[in-house]
């Protein structure tokens, strides 16, 4: 029982280091924007740092379709097309477990399309990497779709490890890049208050038709 204690205590202690070391990031963040007029600015554009080999699916493919898209590439999102190539939407390896979990349905009864939102988070290739990163911020997103900016044909993806490998060349350079992706990190950590997140979700209650899909 002791080291049990002594374990949840090292813990709480490692959890307030991290708080306090955000604090501060948060306060230099603030006092290098009011001494220099502007906000800290990483430069560069998306196209810069975005992953361009994307694999992607269609609102009539599965989500069976879509968790072996995820595993063959290591992913932890695959970004929905339409015929002409045009993003459409997204899916995340979120919205499969909590599709499995809610509709009580094996991946492969439930399509693609009966996920999709009418909101999808983009950018383009030129979007400036501190535009995105305010974006994502902002919607509290993990990742941004880029696209053409003429048709809004899928072109790549802004993820999270994109921004962090930067970051982390950046790093010697340009000591804001950190702290740039500290901030990121703490505002995609903050839960809305009144979302879904903040009570347990009710699962609806499976079909009786094993053959049944979306």
Known sequence: MARNERRVEKRFGELKASVRALDLGRKLLGLLDRRSGEAPRIGD????????????????????????????????AIPVVDALGRAVGLVTDRDLCMAAYTRGRPLSAISVSSLLSARLYTCT??????????????HRVRR????DAKDQKL??????????????????TLPIAPLLMAELLASLS???PGSAEAAPAVPAPASSDPRAAE
């Open 45 to 76: 554009t998306v196209g810069s740092v975005m992953t361009r080999s994307v694999a992607t699916c269609t609102g009539s493919d599965t989500l069976h379709r879509a968790a072996q898209l995820m595993w063959d590439r290591d992913c932890g």
């Open 190 to 192: 903050e839960r809305v």
């Open 125 to 138: 290739a030129t979007t400036s990497l501190d535009e995105a990163i305010a974006r994502m911020s902002a």
């Open 144 to 147: 941004l779709v880029v696209v």
């Open 155 to 172: 072109i790549g993806m802004l993820s999270l490890a994109d921004l962090a490998l930067r970051s982390r060349s950046l790093g010697r």
